[in-house]
C-alpha cells in the first residue's frame, strides 16, 4: 500500500510516499480502507521532530474516515471514524496512508450525516473543544464561553458545541481576515483582539458580568485578556502555547474572584478515552446539532507534502484523500 511512513525527523519538503506492505491483521482488530484523513498541525509537528515521545519508523496520520475492508465478518464495510490521541501516528501507525490497522473496539461508526470528508476533518477539533469546554471547564447551559483563535478549526468546533448544548459564545479573533469563517453563527458577539480592550468589549456583551468559560488556544498573548474577561468562579482551558509559554498570574485576583485554569494535552489520551469522548459529541452530528470544521483545501496523498507545509503556515483544515 501507499503511506506516508518516516524513517527521520526532518523538513516537512523532504515527505515522501512509498510503498509499504500490508501487515497481518492481528486478533481483534480491523483493517480499514481510508477514504479521507485530516492532517493537523501536531501531524506537521511529529514530522518535524516535536514530539519526543514518537517512535520510529512511523506511518503518520491522527485523523481518519474510512471503511472496514478485514476483521470480523459482521464490521466488513462498515463505515468508521476516529482519532489518535496519544497513539496513532505517534507509538501506532497512523491514517495517512490507504489502509490502517486498528483495534476493533477504537473503530467508531461514523454517523451517516457526515461525508468521509467531513468526518475526517471533525476528530481532533471536535476531541480537542469537547475536552476543553465541557471535561475540563464543565461548561453548562445557559453558561458564556469565550473562545480564542475562534476562525480556526478548533475555535469554530468550541462555539458549535456551546451553541449546541444550550449556551453562548463570544468570538476573539485577530483581525478582519479572521471574521468570514464566523459569517451566519449565532454569536453573542465578535471581539478583535487588534483594536478592541477585550476585558472591557465581554463585560458589555455579558452585562458586566464576564464569561464562565475561556478557550485559551493561542497562549501567552490572549491569557491576561481572557483571565481578566472571566466572571467570578470562571474557568479557562489552555490547550496551546504556540504564540509564548510564560505569563504573569495575579494570584490575589485569581483566589479571590474563586478562579480555575485547566491545562489539556490532548496528545495524551489514550485511543480508549478517545473512543469515549466521540461517544459523547457523536450524536450532536447525528442530530445535526454541530457541523463539521470548513475544509480549507483536500490533497491526494502523492501531495503529502504540499499539505503538510499547508498546515504548518496555518493555511486551514487539509484533507487527504488517498484515494484519488
Not at 41 to 46: C, E, I, K, L, Y
Not at 267 to 283: E, N, Q, R
Not at 311 to 322: A, D
Request: glycine share 10%; with cysteine; proline share 6%.
Amino acid at each position: 500500500m501507499k503511506a506516508l511512513r518516516i524513517d527521520r525527523f526532518g523538513p516537512l519538503s523532504d515527505l515522501r510516499i512509498s510503498d509499504v506492505g500490508d501487515a497481518p491483521l492481528p486478533a481483534d482488530c480491523v483493517r480499514i480502507e481510508i477514504e479521507a484523513a485530516a492532517v493537523n498541525p501536531s501531524d506537521a509537528g511529529v514530522a518535524l521532530g516535536r514530539f519526543p515521545q514518537v517512535t520510529l519508523p512511523r506511518i503518520l496520520g491522527r485523523d481518519f474516515a474510512g471503511r472496514i475492508v478485514e476483521g470480523p465478518r459482521e464490521s466488513i464495510g462498515l463505515s468508521v471514524w476516529g482519532s489518535g490521541g496519544a497513539e496513532l501516528g505517534v507509538t501506532r501507525d497512523g491514517s495517512h496512508a490507504e489502509h490502517m490497522i486498528l483495534p476493533a473496539s477504537a473503530a467508531i461508526r461514523r454517523p451517516p450525516q457526515l461525508s468521509a470528508e467531513e468526518a475526517a476533518a471533525a476528530g481532533l477539533p471536535f476531541v480537542t473543544a469537547w475536552s476543553a469546554l465541557v471535561e475540563l471547564a464543565g461548561f453548562r447551559a445557559g453558561e458564556t464561553v469565550l473562545v480564542s483563535g475562534a476562525a480556526g478549526s478548533v475555535g469554530s468546533a468550541a462555539i458549535a458545541l456551546a451553541l449546541a448544548l444550550g449556551g453562548r459564545a463570544i468570538a476573539l479573533v485577530r483581525e478582519s481576515d479572521d471574521l468570514a469563517p464566523l459569517a451566519g453563527l449565532a454569536l453573542l458577539g465578535v471581539v478583535r483582539s487588534d483594536r478592541d480592550d477585550v476585558p472591557v468589549a465581554v463585560k458589555k456583551l455579558t452585562g458586566g458580568r464576564g464569561v464562565e468559560v475561556a478557550l485559551n488556544a493561542i497562549g501567552a498573548p490572549v491569557f491576561p485578556a481572557l483571565f481578566e474577561s472571566l466572571a467570578s468562579d470562571g474557568r479557562m482551558t489552555i490547550f496551546s502555547a504556540r504564540s509564548g509559554k510564560e505569563v504573569q498570574l495575579d494570584l490575589f485576583a485569581f483566589y479571590r474572584r474563586r478562579l480555575r485554569l485547566f491545562g489539556l494535552d490532548t496528545a495524551a489520551l489514550s485511543l480508549d478515552a478517545v473512543v469515549g469522548l466521540f461517544a459523547k459529541f457523536g450524536p450532536l452530528f447525528e442530530s445535526q446539532s454541530v457541523k463539521p470544521p470548513r475544509i480549507a483545501a483536500r490533497y491526494p496523498l502523492a501531495a503529502v507534502a504540499e499539505a503538510y507545509e499547508s498546515v504548518e503556515r496555518g493555511s486551514g483544515k487539509i484533507v487527504l484523500l488517498p484515494q484519488l
